[in-house]
């Protein structure tokens, strides 16, 4: 305990919650007195854990105190902070919060004015099906909602923080800004009701512009909701500017003015059962007339016992007198009058069970009633028939039917006031969904059943002398509706108007997309100014539309694929079983969520295909364009989830084993160096990278640090952000992977080995050719690159290795000219061939040549060889110059011999060097120094050459084996016989010296035929087998690439990677 006590006192007030007291972020800052520290001085062992996690009762503490911030835009505002010292408490409860504003928001302009017309359209059957559907998609999209808020605390941020949060920031803002032009044109739909309603129903005189004939009636009409429209819209959106609060206290108004809308409703379909409401309606034949320029239902009437004409006559003959010429119709059949509203005792209700469609322009006309046709009628305009104004069809009549349904999502608009968010908006909204699907539905039944037929299908109540339909049926008067409706409409917009530039707002904050970020600003109470201005132009364009018909449908898609995400969302979490999706909804489950999806896919599609095809186009657009420039976002969301779950699977598909040579392309390692700063040495290694993938396959980006994981973890980091940050600027995509290794050797050895995961491994490893090998400052660099080379071909990778990278072209650049030159020596599995191919598909190489050089021996015959190899790219698909280059039998000149003992005195001193480096005494170096000069006098003299490698097949078959032969005689002196020599020539090794000879003659070739070629390719000679020679293996590689400006060394992994087959 003592121990405890001493290790306790040595900690700082406050520690213990692993949090700083300045940025906790669940509770205000409160100093902790000493008293109250001590009390935890049992908890000393695990001091050094608590400076940085919590100890489990603050942190229970804390979640208890866990308070919502009230709803709005000031929250989001940078000065948060100074809100924390008078948070206000949530206050409303299930009913208030969530039931009451979802009632509003879904009953509202369709109800008052479309739904008769689509009951007489549809019928009643076809109409009970369209709103069972729709009330099926929202309460299936309602309950996908309930899993989500009560899945964890619910943000106060409304709907579009529930949706972004689980769907994550592509799809988030994809079905964001959705969400936000379904609200953008639903204020525009109350806007376009409201004038309708107006210049309808409550005052028809008020048209400004006024119509020249009957026929120019319905443009006139569009003109004039064009023109109310956008002044209502210019009000509407100043009262919003100038304070929300205004409209808050309208909306118990509003509310009130839709319940007592619906009471009228059903109080008149009660009232309809023992006393129908005397509306006649005037029928001539078959066809309903418009109640306009006529009073009296009858052809003629008694006066004083005389018969006169009546108006109705005038209308249909050329003159009043009885012996008129008169259309033949109205000749034909009897003028009769029914009743409109016969009530719910008649019977009508059959009449109107099945649909009764119709083209534009047809006849409003009574089943059943008795007409003479007339043959080839040509229908006489100005006639005071009631036409209908559209073509009606089911899935027309569902788009325009949808918006009645939405509104679903009010409650958890306001999820930051709330008592308890995780309760209410389940409940609340379901029990909305439930109290307007009954309306609704009954609405339906009760229309059919109280209202006949073609008054039903009578949109804007001409039979009635311009009176709303649904408002003659409502009790007490026609004008609890008309003005009911008018204000609830007007609020509907308003709160449209609120809502939408709030949710704007709230995406811009966001920062998921870049070019919305503008309007994230607002007044200095937050109001998002800019964002109402984009909306009020966005909702202008829908009220240019002017027709409430031609506006829903575009909502409804908005709405619709909103709310699929939603289900998609759930569904997907649920499959993929994401730990933290636990939902405490118990009625939720993922075929629920399914159903829902799939039925708003159908719906969709049901309303207008085209439209379905916008709005998904418009979705995905935002969708590639926040995964290309938006912000990075983890928000843990369950999309994440599924390219996760994606990916596993696409890798456990793969096979293990290497792919078919049809498949194969280079999966390149690239390896880069960093300096001091851990910055890339050579940044033009990613660009050639990114011109030989071109996006395609994989690219693994590895680099080692040298030194300890623990002391290096923060320069490591440091350098993977820069290397990602480069990778992004020459669009190299890949991963990245750095390890921290003991010693450059090993880490490299260690990426070789296990980078890549599964069958997703590179093949290929990339490496810039270590330049500085000869200075004496880096003497273990050569031995690294050669270890590296040996470790490729033991891992039967293909190596490249790019020498003079600086020189090689960014992606910017673009040849006009020039050649790709391949020097194919040696046959290794043809990846010599596919490079230049993969290059020349990037527009950097595009236009330049590609040609072939192979080198003939004496005994070859070099005419038939270039035959051969025109066939065999013939075969391959390529197109390429090819030439065959004659390497003639010659002496070994001077110069080599020269080269090559400049070579030898040269690994002399590397030996010395790495000597000094690695023995601490002096005794042990001398000795080691005479082993070393003992050993070498020793291999001179009988040592037998390693076997030539790859590259000697330069050498005829035969002269291979004399050489092998006079080397194995010691009283043969190799080539001493061929000129007099320098003294110091006798002791070289003829091993090096035949190789030597190769790169001098490889090289002059290379510079005769290959100095200004854009890119040389060139098969790499392996290093030697015994390690002994190792540092003779750079100075063969710098002789043979000497002069040359970017060259491609390339090593093959032994396995054929191109084929002639298809």
């Given at each position: 305990?003592?121990?405890?006590?001493?290790?306790?006192v040595?900690?700082e007030?406050?520690?213990?919650?692993?949090?700083?007291?300045?940025?906790?972020?669940?509770?205000?800052?409160?100093e902790?007195?000493?008293?109250?520290f001590?009390?935890?001085k049992?908890?000393?062992?695990?001091?050094?854990?608590?400076?940085?996690?919590p100890?489990?009762?603050s942190?229970?503490?804390?979640?208890?105190?866990?308070?919502?911030?009230?709803?709005?835009?000031?929250?989001?505002?940078e000065?948060?902070?100074?809100?924390?010292?008078?948070?206000?408490g949530?206050?409303?409860g299930?009913?208030i919060?969530?039931?009451?504003?979802?009632?509003?928001?879904?009953?509202?302009?369709i109800?008052?004015?479309?739904?008769t017309?689509?009951?007489?359209?549809a019928g009643?059957?076809?109409?009970?099906?369209?709103?069972?559907?729709?009330c099926?998609?929202?309460m299936?999209?309602?309950?996908?909602?309930?899993?989500?808020?009560?899945?964890?605390?619910?943000p106060?941020?409304?709907?579009?923080?529930?949706?972004s949060?689980?769907l994550?920031?592509?799809?988030?803002?994809?079905?964001?800004?959705?969400?936000?032009?379904?609200?953008?044109?639903?204020?525009?739909?109350?806007?376009?009701?409201?004038?309708?309603?107006?210049?309808?129903?409550?005052?028809?005189?008020a048209?400004?512009?006024?119509?020249?004939?009957?026929?120019?009636?319905?443009?006139?009409m569009?003109?004039?909701?064009?023109?109310?429209?956008?002044?209502?819209?210019?009000?509407?959106?100043m009262?919003?500017?100038?304070?929300?609060?205004?409209?808050?206290?309208?909306a118990?108004?509003?509310?009130?003015?839709?319940?007592?809308?619906?009471?009228?409703?059903?109080?008149?379909?009660?009232?309809?059962?023992?006393?129908p409401p005397?509306?006649?309606?005037?029928?001539?034949?078959n066809?309903?007339?418009s109640?306009?320029g006529?009073?009296?239902c009858?052809k003629?009437?008694?006066?004083?016992n005389?018969?006169a004409?009546?108006?109705l006559?005038?209308?249909?003959?050329?003159?009043s007198?009885?012996?008129?010429?008169?259309?033949?119709?109205?000749?034909q059949?009897?003028?009769?009058e029914?009743?409109?509203?016969?009530?719910?005792?008649?019977?009508?209700?059959?009449d109107?069970?099945?649909?009764?469609?119709?083209?534009?322009?047809a006849?409003?006309?009574?089943?059943?009633?008795?007409?003479m046709?007339?043959?080839e009628?040509?229908?006489?305009?100005?006639?005071?028939?009631?036409l209908?104004?559209?073509?009606?069809y089911?899935?027309?009549?569902?788009g325009i039917?949808?918006?009645?349904?939405?509104?679903?999502?009010?409650?958890?608009?306001?999820?930051?006031?709330?008592?308890?968010?995780?309760?209410?908006?389940?409940?609340g909204?379901?029990?909305?969904?439930?109290?307007?699907?009954?309306?609704y539905?009954?609405?339906?039944v009760?229309f059919?059943?109280?209202?006949?037929?073609?008054?039903?299908?009578?949109k804007?109540?001409?039979?009635?002398?311009?009176n709303l339909?649904i408002?003659?049926?409502?009790?007490?008067?026609?004008?609890v509706?008309?003005?009911?409706?008018?204000?609830?409409?007007?609020?509907?917009g308003?709160?449209?108007?609120?809502?939408?530039?709030?949710l704007?707002?709230?995406?811009?904050?966001?920062?998921?997309?870049?070019?919305?970020?503008?309007f994230?600003?607002?007044?200095?109470?937050?109001?998002p100014?800019?964002?109402?201005?984009?909306?009020?132009?966005?909702?202008?364009?829908?009220?240019?539309i002017?027709?409430l018909?031609s506006?829903?449908?575009?909502?409804?898609?908005?709405?619709?694929?909103?709310y699929m995400f939603v289900?998609?969302?759930?569904?997907?979490?649920?499959?993929?079983?994401?730990?933290?999706?636990?939902p405490?909804?118990k009625?939720?489950?993922?075929?629920?969520?399914?159903?829902?999806?799939?039925?708003?896919?159908?719906?969709?599609?049901?309303?207008?295909?085209?439209?379905?095809?916008?709005?998904?186009?418009?979705?995905?657009?935002?969708?590639?364009?926040?995964?290309?420039?938006?912000?990075?976002?983890?928000?843990?969301?369950?999309?994440?989830?599924?390219s996760?779950n994606?990916?596993?699977?696409?890798?456990?598909r793969?096979?293990?084993?290497?792919?078919?040579t049809?498949?194969w392309?280079?999966?390149?390692?690239?390896?880069?160096?960093?300096?001091?700063?851990?910055?890339?040495?050579?940044p033009?290694?990613?660009s050639?990278t990114?011109?030989?993938?071109?996006?395609?396959?994989?690219?693994?980006?590895?680099?080692?640090?040298?030194?300890?994981?623990?002391?290096?973890?923060?320069?490591?980091?440091?350098?993977e952000?820069?290397i990602?940050?480069?990778m992004?600027?020459?669009?190299?995509?890949?991963?990245?992977?750095?390890?921290?290794?003991?010693?450059l050797?090993?880490?490299?050895s260690?990426?070789?080995?296990?980078?890549?995961?599964?069958?997703?491994?590179?093949?290929?490893?990339?490496?810039?050719?270590?330049?500085s090998?000869?200075?004496?400052?880096?003497?273990?660099?050569?031995?690294?690159?050669?270890?590296?080379?040996?470790?490729?071909?033991?891992?039967?990778?293909?190596?490249?290795?790019a020498?003079?990278?600086?020189?090689?072209?960014?992606?910017?650049?673009?040849f006009?000219?020039?050649n790709?030159?391949v020097?194919?020596?040696?046959?290794?599995?043809?990846?010599?061939?596919?490079l230049?191919?993969?290059?020349?598909?990037?527009?950097?190489?595009?236009?330049?040549r590609?040609?072939?050089f192979?080198?003939?021996?004496v005994?070859?015959?070099?005419?038939?060889?270039?035959?051969?190899?025109?066939?065999?790219?013939?075969?391959?698909?390529i197109?390429?110059?090819?030439?065959?280059?004659?390497?003639?039998?010659?002496?070994?000149?001077?110069?080599?011999?020269?080269?090559?003992?400049?070579?030898?005195?040269?690994?002399?001193?590397?030996?010395q060097?790495?000597l000094s480096?690695?023995?601490?005494?002096?005794e042990?170096?001398l000795?080691?120094?005479?082993?070393t000069?003992?050993?070498?006098?020793?291999?001179g003299?009988?040592?037998?050459?390693?076997?030539?490698?790859k590259?000697?097949?330069?050498?005829?078959?035969?002269?291979l084996?004399?050489?092998?032969?006079?080397?194995?005689d010691?009283?043969?002196s190799?080539?001493?016989?061929?000129?007099t020599?320098?003294?110091?020539?006798?002791?070289?090794n003829?091993?090096?010296?035949?190789?030597?000879?190769?790169?001098?003659?490889?090289?002059?070739v290379?510079?005769?035929?290959?100095?200004d070629?854009?890119l040389?390719?060139?098969?790499?000679?392996?290093?030697?087998k015994n390690?002994?020679?190792d540092?003779n293996?750079?100075e063969?590689l710098?002789?043979?690439?000497e002069g040359?400006?970017?060259?491609?060394?390339?090593?093959?992994s032994?396995?054929?990677?191109?084929?002639?087959?298809?």
């Amino acid at each position: 305990m003592t121990l405890m006590t001493v290790l306790s006192v040595g900690r700082e007030p406050g520690r213990g919650d692993g949090n700083p007291r300045e940025s906790s972020p669940f509770i205000n800052n409160v100093e902790v007195d000493r008293e109250s520290f001590f009390e935890r001085k049992n908890m000393a062992l695990f001091e050094e854990e608590m400076d940085s996690n919590p100890m489990v009762s603050s942190l229970l503490n804390k979640l208890a105190n866990y308070t919502n911030l009230s709803q709005g835009a000031v929250e989001h505002e940078e000065g948060e902070e100074s809100r924390r010292h008078e948070v206000k408490g949530p206050r409303m409860g299930t009913f208030i919060g969530v039931y009451l504003p979802c009632l509003q928001n879904i009953l509202g302009v369709i109800l008052f004015l479309r739904l008769t017309w689509i009951v007489g359209a549809a019928g009643v059957l076809e109409s009970f099906l369209i709103v069972s559907m729709c009330c099926t998609c929202t309460m299936l999209t309602a309950i996908s909602m309930s899993a989500i808020a009560t899945n964890g605390v619910v943000p106060a941020g409304g709907s579009y923080y529930m949706i972004s949060r689980s769907l994550g920031p592509e799809f988030g803002g994809a079905v964001g800004l959705c969400f936000y032009l379904g609200t953008t044109f639903a204020g525009a739909m109350y806007i376009l009701g409201t004038i309708e309603i107006f210049l309808t129903y409550i005052s028809p005189s008020a048209s400004i512009i006024q119509a020249d004939s009957v026929d120019g009636e319905a443009a006139a009409m569009l003109h004039n909701m064009r023109v109310y429209g956008t002044c209502t819209l210019v009000f509407m959106a100043m009262v919003v500017f100038v304070g929300v609060k205004y409209v808050n206290k309208l909306a118990l108004v509003f509310l009130a003015c839709v319940v007592l809308s619906i009471l009228a409703i059903y109080a008149g379909v009660i009232k309809t059962a023992f006393d129908p409401p005397d509306i006649p309606v005037c029928l001539l034949g078959n066809r309903t007339l418009s109640r306009r320029g006529f009073d009296l239902c009858a052809k003629v009437h008694t006066i004083n016992n005389s018969t006169a004409t009546t108006a109705l006559w005038g209308l249909f003959c050329n003159s009043s007198m009885p012996n008129a010429t008169c259309d033949e119709y109205f000749a034909q059949n009897n003028v009769t009058e029914i009743q409109g509203i016969p009530g719910v005792a008649s019977g009508v209700l059959l009449d109107n069970l099945w649909s009764a469609y119709s083209d534009k322009g047809a006849f409003v006309e009574k089943k059943g009633a008795s007409s003479m046709a007339v043959p080839e009628e040509s229908r006489a305009s100005g006639l005071p028939y009631v036409l209908t104004d559209i073509m009606t069809y089911f899935t027309m009549l569902v788009g325009i039917y949808f918006p009645s349904v939405t509104g679903i999502m009010a409650g958890s608009n306001r999820s930051g006031d709330l008592k308890d968010a995780q309760k209410s908006i389940p409940t609340g909204t379901i029990l909305a969904i439930v109290t307007t699907s009954f309306i609704y539905l009954s609405c339906i039944v009760l229309f059919g059943a109280c209202v006949e037929g073609v008054i039903l299908r009578d949109k804007f109540g001409e039979a009635l002398q311009g009176n709303l339909v649904i408002g003659m049926l409502a009790w007490p008067s026609p004008w609890v509706i008309v003005i009911g409706s008018f204000f609830s409409t007007c609020g509907a917009g308003l709160q449209s108007l609120t809502g939408a530039p709030r949710l704007l707002q709230a995406i811009a904050r966001d920062g998921i997309i870049p070019f919305l970020q503008v309007f994230g600003h607002g007044k200095s109470n937050g109001e998002p100014t800019w964002a109402l201005l984009l909306t009020a132009l966005i909702c202008e364009t829908g009220i240019l539309i002017a027709s409430l018909d031609s506006v829903a449908p575009i909502l409804s898609m908005f709405f619709l694929m909103c709310y699929m995400f939603v289900n998609l969302a759930c569904a997907v979490q649920t499959l993929l079983r994401t730990p933290n999706w636990r939902p405490r909804f118990k009625y939720y489950h993922w075929t629920l969520s399914f159903l829902g999806m799939s039925l708003c896919l159908a719906l969709m599609f049901i309303c207008s295909w085209y439209y379905a095809l916008f709005a998904m186009l418009i979705a995905g657009c935002i969708y590639k364009y926040i995964e290309y420039r938006g912000a990075e976002k983890e928000w843990g969301d369950g999309i994440r989830g599924l390219s996760l779950n994606a990916a596993r699977y696409a890798l456990l598909r793969v096979e293990q084993g290497p792919p078919h040579t049809k498949n194969w392309r280079p999966q390149v390692l690239v390896m880069l160096n960093l300096d001091a700063e851990q910055q890339v040495k050579h940044p033009r290694l990613l660009s050639f990278t990114t011109q030989l993938k071109a996006g395609k396959g994989l690219t693994i980006v590895g680099s080692v640090l040298e030194g300890t994981y623990l002391d290096k973890r923060a320069e490591a980091q440091q350098a993977e952000e820069n290397i990602r940050s480069l990778m992004g600027t020459e669009k190299t995509k890949g991963f990245c992977q750095l390890v921290v290794s003991s010693n450059l050797r090993d880490g490299m050895s260690h990426l070789i080995q296990s980078a890549g995961l599964g069958g997703m491994k590179h093949n290929t490893v990339l490496m810039a050719w270590p330049a500085s090998w000869k200075q004496e400052d880096n003497p273990f660099s050569w031995k690294n690159f050669v270890d590296t080379v040996r470790d490729t071909t033991a891992a039967h990778q293909a190596l490249l290795v790019a020498k003079n990278v600086d020189l090689f072209p960014q992606n910017q650049e673009r040849f006009s000219d020039g050649n790709i030159d391949v020097w194919w020596i040696v046959h290794d599995g043809g990846l010599l061939m596919l490079l230049p191919f993969l290059l020349r598909q990037h527009k950097v190489w595009r236009k330049c040549r590609m040609r072939i050089f192979t080198v003939a021996q004496v005994d070859d015959n070099s005419i038939q060889m270039k035959k051969d190899l025109q066939m065999f790219l013939y075969h391959l698909r390529i197109s390429a110059e090819v030439e065959v280059v004659e390497m003639v039998e010659n002496d070994i000149s001077a110069f080599t011999y020269e080269k090559t003992l400049m070579m030898e005195q040269r690994s002399q001193m590397l030996k010395q060097m790495q000597l000094s480096k690695t023995e601490r005494q002096r005794e042990a170096q001398l000795i080691h120094d005479r082993n070393t000069a003992s050993h070498s006098a020793a291999a001179g003299k009988t040592q037998p050459p390693s076997t030539p490698d790859k590259v000697q097949m330069t050498w005829t078959k035969e002269k291979l084996i004399a050489e092998k032969s006079k080397n194995r005689d010691p009283g043969v002196s190799g080539f001493k016989d061929l000129f007099t020599l320098k003294p110091e020539w006798g002791n070289l090794n003829q091993c090096n010296v035949r190789r030597m000879h190769t790169a001098v003659k490889l090289n002059d070739v290379l510079l005769n035929k290959s100095q200004d070629a854009q890119l040389v390719l060139l098969n790499m000679p392996g290093p030697p087998k015994n390690r002994q020679g190792d540092e003779n293996y750079m100075e063969f590689l710098e002789v043979l690439t000497e002069g040359l400006n970017r060259v491609l060394l390339v090593r093959g992994s032994g396995r054929e990677v191109i084929t002639i087959y298809s």
